[in-house]
T-cell receptor, first 115, second 112 residues
């Protein structure tokens, strides 16, 4: 089974800190995604990447950046954390081509609290 | 613009009952549709993936159907158990960038 691993389950950071959320997948998937999930707003796409060093903005990229230096790792960066970035962050990966690779696999999520 | 709706928003049934969760979408031009489950405070677990060319998929007590022409998918859960209590989300993959369009979810409670 594909595994998507997010490095932290819970994080507490201070306003203004630079925050790194790490995501690693082990199935050589080309596509990786970062979502945030908030009550009443559902899942919203922040950024995605379809190849190493490639990135595309999602619906809510403001205040975030990403890095994909290696195929298996996709990092989300909060340049200067703010309280409105308190949320559940979910990473996902997806392969390209072949029936078995069409589905998305999600990590277990990182609950980030900015104080 | 593709929109995905899930009805009902919440459902509570006694243990042992069979139940159906609904997902509808406005544009039939989709690549596939995926059902997920989410336990409180946790990530998403993929349950079933239906390609646009398929009519249904089964996994254990779960069966998902897809009717593209009517813009509908159903998730059938047989012989429900308290452990099935969770939020169920459907998502449509509608473009070549693989972005998912999400429903708001159905919160399911199975009463022992």
């Amino acid at each position: 089974d594909v595994k998507v691993t997010q490095s932290s389950r819970y994080l507490v950071k201070r306003t203004g800190e630079k925050v790194f959320l790490e995501c690693v997948q082990d199935m050589d998937h080309e596509n990786m995604f970062w979502y945030r999930q908030d009550p009443g707003l559902g899942l919203r796409l922040i950024y995605f990447s379809y190849d190493v060093k490639m990135k595309e903005k999602g619906d809510i990229p403001e205040g975030y950046s990403v890095s994909r230096e290696k195929k298996e790792r996709f990092s989300l960066i909060l340049e200067s954390a703010s309280t409105n970035q308190t949320s559940m962050y979910l990473c996902a990966s997806k392969g390209t081509g072949g029936t078995l690779n069409y589905g998305y696999t999600f990590g277990s999520g990182t609950r980030l609290t900015v104080v | 613009k593709q929109e995905v709706t899930q009805i009902p928003a919440a459902l509570s049934v006694p243990e042992g009952e069979n139940l159906v969760l609904n997902c509808s979408f406005t544009d039939s031009a989709i690549y596939n549709l995926q059902w997920f489950r989410q336990d409180p405070g946790k990530g998403l677990t993929s349950l079933l993936l239906i390609q646009s060319s398929q009519r249904e998929q089964t996994s254990g007590r779960l069966n998902a159907s897809l009717d593209k022409s009517s813009g509908r998918s159903t998730l059938y859960i047989a012989a429900s158990q308290p452990g099935d209590s969770a939020t169920y989300l459907c998502a449509v993959n509608a473009d070549s960038n693989y972005q998912l369009i999400w429903g708001a979810g159905t919160k399911l409670i199975i009463k022992p």
